[in-house]
């Protein structure tokens, strides 16, 4: 695949700068990092966004997930291995990522009130609004990602 603009960061670098400081504000904030990784690969993986999904995969395994809860990701409803504030946190993703066509339906986000606080819904809601803006970015701008099969592999 070849970029449609080779480097989109050098075009908006108070944009991006911005975009760096809610993610740091975020990393911060008072979820969990693993969470918050499992979100924004789900989303990632909504979005078809390869250039997330090798990034934030590499993350969630060098901050020890494990491989069998990153393959089972894309059926984390059948999967057993996720608890119930990652199930809530990962329906809300979903909800949230495909929103023009769920409208973030209340039986969710009542998943989501009995999971979090009311702090830590609205940091969940905006990591969600984050990465979706990543993936549009990188997707609609033909991203390429960095991550090396052969690697990846060993």
């Known amino acids: 695949m070849t970029p ?18 809610v993610e740091s504000s975020l990393r911060a904030g008072i979820l969990e ?15 078809g966004c390869a250039y997330c999904i090798a990034m934030h995969a590499a993350a969630s395994r060098k901050s020890g997930e494990s491989e069998m809860r990153l393959y089972l990701l ?18 809300w993703t ?12 209340d039986a969710v986000y009542d998943e989501v009130r009995q999971a979090f606080s009311e702090a830590e819904q609205v ?24 991550a090396d099969p052969s690697r990846d592999a060993a």
């Open 74 to 91: 894309n059926a984390w409803r059948e999967a057993t291995v996720y608890s119930p504030r990652e199930r809530a946190a990962l329906a």
């Open 33 to 47: 990092h693993g969470l918050l990784e499992l979100v924004k690969l789900r989303a990632s993986q909504i979005n």
């Open 123 to 146: 940091q969940l809601t905006l990591q969600i609004g984050a990465i979706n803006l990543w993936n549009r970015l990188q997707v609609g701008l033909r991203g390429r990602h960095d």
């Open 4 to 21: 449609r603009i080779e480097n989109p960061y050098a075009h908006a670098p108070a944009t991006i700068k911005a975009m760096m400081n």
């Open 94 to 105: 979903e909800a949230l990522t495909r929103v023009a066509e769920t409208g973030a339906p």
